[in-house]
């Protein structure tokens, strides 16, 4: 069983809020990756991070921002929320080993904007 | 441009076989992979291919065929917990994951 770990698991707020989306793993994973995805479509890559002090952007990175200050810890930030973000945000990890290893989902953070 | 193409949505009866085809079209090939997705929940692994053959895992197996781009996954003696979201990724040559928009597969009794 994957332990990395999301909260909140579910968020309703209003718009022009500030939030932060949690995400922590135990597995000493190096790479760690935020995805969006809503009902009946693919997931979109938000940001990723191949280690420490690494944070790359997406394919839907506009509006937000994560940091990676250690090794478990990978949050992501938005800074005024709109009702566009609403949807389901999935966090990720695998090992450094190559780019071919299986990638571990957190449970996601189900975010509602009004 | 880069895609992936599922069944939107497919049908079967419990106990019996389906198979979800996935067809793939992106910048060179590193891998492909198979997630299953509940409704509402994580998606888990279930399979990787990267090489022409059929790795089998229990009731699932998954099958590759990288000069055609086409990969399918059989699911066999159906339950009702099977029920869920199939979706393929693909890894392309700049190791980016192209995700494709999922089978949901409906298991009736």
């Known amino acids: 069983e994957a332990d990395i770990y999301q909260t909140p698991r579910y968020l309703v707020i209003g718009t022009g809020k500030k939030i932060t989306l949690e995400c922590s793993q135990t597995?000493?994973?190096?790479?760690m990756y935020w995805y969006q995805q809503d009902p009946g479509m693919e997931l979109h890559l938000i940001h990723y991070?191949?280690?420490?002090?690494?944070?790359e952007k997406g394919d839907l990175s506009s509006e937000s921002t994560v940091s990676r200050i250690r090794t478990e810890h990978f949050p992501l930030t938005l800074e005024s929320a709109r009702p566009s973000h609403t949807s389901q945000y999935l966090c990720?990890?695998?090992?450094?080993?190559?780019?071919?290893?299986?990638?571990?989902f957190g449970e996601g953070s189900r975010l509602t904007v009004l | 441009g880069q895609n992936i193409d599922q069944p939107t949505e497919m049908t079967a009866t419990e106990g019996a076989i389906v198979q979800i085809n996935c067809t793939y079209q992106?910048?060179?090939?590193?891998?492909l992979f198979w997630y299953q997705q509940h409704a509402g929940e994580a998606p888990t692994f279930l399979s990787y291919n990267v090489l022409d053959v059929l790795e089998e895992k229990g009731r699932f197996s998954s099958f590759l065929s990288r000069n055609i781009g086409y990969s399918y996954l059989l699911l066999k003696e159906l339950q009702m917990k099977d029920s869920a979201s199939y979706l393929c990724?693909?890894?392309?040559?700049?190791?980016?994951?192209?995700w494709g928009a999922g089978t949901k597969l409906i298991i009736k009794p």
């Open positions: 992106t910048s060179g090939f590193n891998g």
């Open positions: 991070s191949y280690g420490v002090n690494s944070t």
């Open positions: 990720a990890s695998r090992t450094q080993e190559g780019d071919t290893g299986e990638l571990f």
């Open positions: 990724a693909v890894t392309n040559s700049n190791y980016q994951l192209i």
């Open positions: 597995m000493g994973h190096d790479k």
